[in-house]
């Protein structure tokens, strides 16, 4: 059977890094890329690859003008493919940048394919400015799509959090405070460091390009768009390089004065290929071998990452442990100089009192996230996502107090046991749960803040009728 690992992530050297250690530490295995930054010029285009190189490469013609429209398209089919044919044990779908996994995974997994690892590729120096960094994909050349309004921050932040398993590229810029930033941004990750791949031109372009004469859809690939670190220029309120050369914008963060939130319609990324059967795998000797797909086990690659990219993933687990309402959220901590606040109370926000404090909470950390109560909406679950100084705020439906009895069998089980730790007596899981992740957080001043906004023990004793006649601060952030 096929296995398909998805790897990912804004990093694209570490993630070229980890594509290379699983082609070379997997017997059969091949990487599959879509290179979004050719969009513009109307095309797609994907490339397949061995070990020892370029297989096959060629255009995907935009669908509806948008380039991960011509993904979602192309992969499935070509995933297909290669589990017909029988002679790949391992499929890797190296995204590109911006692509994040959460929706490239459902679509594979979708499709009845056997997905089987997700990974996000991290250079561990590059963590804070990037999450730092609140521009637009649009304004850095990484837009997805026409309509992306992602940022920068946002989508890495994403990329991080999804993915079970990260693969560190060695950096000796990394630093003590990185590592502990890293740690508490993904506690339950499974972190594997990568080292260099010993592998002559690894892209192999120039010696697979230099013979082939192309037709039709087929056309020389470029690299997409990188990001590194190329500057000492410090980014405002760290000690970490700024982005140059590479199509990245400072990680100067963007102040939430108007609208406090990334608008909806975040373009999440989606995925298909193209390429052609793989040939036979190069053993160190310099022969070739013939490796039989249903040989290849966990237990007979090479290297942790290996195995890892074979272990196993569940999209629907993935899935529930990003949901607001029941996300899996970092727990307190503080080393290195790095803090997380986890901020938990059970009384609702006066909603003018905490829109007039969004600037300030949000350029409060680098990261946070979670699910917040406001007392002129008491039924209303909301998702609270921060980071780059921009916050998305977003229903995420009913509190599950505010569901009748009869509605509760069809909540998933997994909703109603996160409820059950939050439950409260008068008002059910209804409830402030707010994390803060930052290198010099403010905790003290933080919860000062925060505490600022709930309603005042009147306001709270007036009850449900006079909270529901608070001025409606968020109805523009709310989309109402």
Known sequence: MLSVAIVGGLHADARRQAVERLLVDVPGAVALHHDLSTAVQGTVVRTVRDRTGIVSAGEAPLVNDCACCALREDLVPELER???????????????DSVEPKAMAEVVASAGLHLTGVITAVDPALVLPYLGNGDDLADAGLAAAATDQRTVADTFARQ????????????????????????????????????????????????WFAGQEFTGQECAGREGGTARATDPGAVPGTDRPDFEGSGHPGAAGRGAEDGHAVPEGRDAPRGRMTPAAPGPVTSEAGGSESVPPESVTPESVGSVLAELALAGFDVEAAAAAQHPACALLPAEADECGVSTLVWHRCRPFHPERLYAA???????AAR?????????????????????????????????????????????????????????????????????????????????????????????????????????????????
């Open 358 to 364: 969004l600037e300030d909470l949000t350029c409060a």
């Open 160 to 207: 991080l959090e999804y993915a079970p398993v990260l693969a560190l590229a060695d950096s000796e810029e990394a630093d003590d405070e990185d590592r502990a930033l890293l740690v508490q941004l993904h506690p339950t990750a499974r972190q594997v460091p990568i080292g260099p791949v010993a592998l002559p031109d690894p892209w192999g372009w120039e010696s």
């Open 368 to 480: 946070s996230r979670g699910r917040f109560w406001l007392a002129d909406r008491p039924d209303t679950l909301l998702h609270w996502d921060a980071a780059g100084g921009a916050l998305c705020v977003e229903s995420a439906g009913p509190w599950l107090a505010s569901l009748p009895d009869a509605a509760w069998d069809m909540v998933p089980p997994v909703r109603r046991a996160a409820a059950a730790l939050d439950w409260h007596p008068e008002h059910g899981d209804c409830c402030q749960h707010l994390v803060f992740t930052s290198p010099g957080l403010d905790r003290d001043g933080l919860e000062l803040l925060l505490e600022s906004c709930l309603l005042t023990d009147a306001e709270y004793a007036a009850g449900r009728p006079a909270w529901k006649r608070l001025p409606p601060a968020f109805d523009t952030l709310l989309e109402v």
């Open 82 to 96: 290669l589990a017909a044919d029988g002679l790949t044990r391992l499929a890797i779908v190296e995204l590109w």
